[in-house]
């Protein structure tokens, strides 16, 4: 059945009209959105440095540059000479403990002749340090100290076979001589009896 007091609908223009305008307003603010966004995203970016840079600025940076780089070669040249020195230095530096055929020098001044030394009665240790460590050494320990017996031999003269013999009894230098070494093998120090069990 049809009812006859019904008004027939009326097309809602109105709300088209709004929903038109309101979807068009998001579109242009979102268009200004991005738009201004992309605006300052250009003024964040850094300028190059060379778009602010004057030529003054530049030359006076390049000179600094150069007067850094003058001044590290001078200072390189000067660590150079400092390591040529100390090279030089060390091997002019005679190690004590480093064995040589002959005594250290003034090793003449103790021994005024042939079988006298004013170093008699010092220890091991004090004449090792005068004299440098023996290249020629024979050692016999005992139980008791007293009993120790050492022989050292230098070569003093370098083409001379003359050795300088030092004696030493309980750790304490006994005697000395010079006279000819002909090599341990030959030496007459294995025959001094004397020496070795007294």
Not at 74 to 82: D, F, G, K
Request: hydrophobic share 35%; no cysteine.
């Amino acid at each position: 059945m049809v009812d006859k007091h019904r008004r027939p609908k009326k097309p809602a223009y109105g709300l088209v009209i709004l929903i038109t305008a309101l979807v068009t307003a998001i579109i242009v603010g979102g268009v200004l959105y991005f738009a201004w966004g992309a605006g300052q995203m250009a003024e964040d970016i850094p300028q190059k440095e060379e778009d602010y840079m004057d030529e003054d600025h530049v030359d006076q940076e390049i000179s600094k540059l150069e007067e850094d780089v003058s001044n590290l070669e001078e200072e390189n040249q000067n660590l150079q000479a400092e390591i040529t020195r100390l090279e030089e230095e060390k091997e002019e530096t005679t190690d004590p403990t480093q064995i040589s055929h002959r005594p250290n020098p003034g090793w003449d001044e103790y021994f005024p002749d042939y079988e006298t030394t004013t170093l008699e009665g010092e220890s091991i240790s004090t004449v090792r340090g005068i004299l440098g460590e023996p290249p020629f050494l024979v050692r016999s320990i005992a139980v008791e100290e007293e009993n120790n017996r050492e022989v050292w031999v230098y070569l003093p003269h370098e083409e001379d076979p003359t050795g300088l013999y030092l004696f030493f009894k309980g750790n304490r230098l006994d005697s000395s001589r010079l006279d000819e070494f002909p090599g341990l093998p030959a030496s007459y120090i294995w025959d001094m009896d004397e020496f070795w069990y007294e």
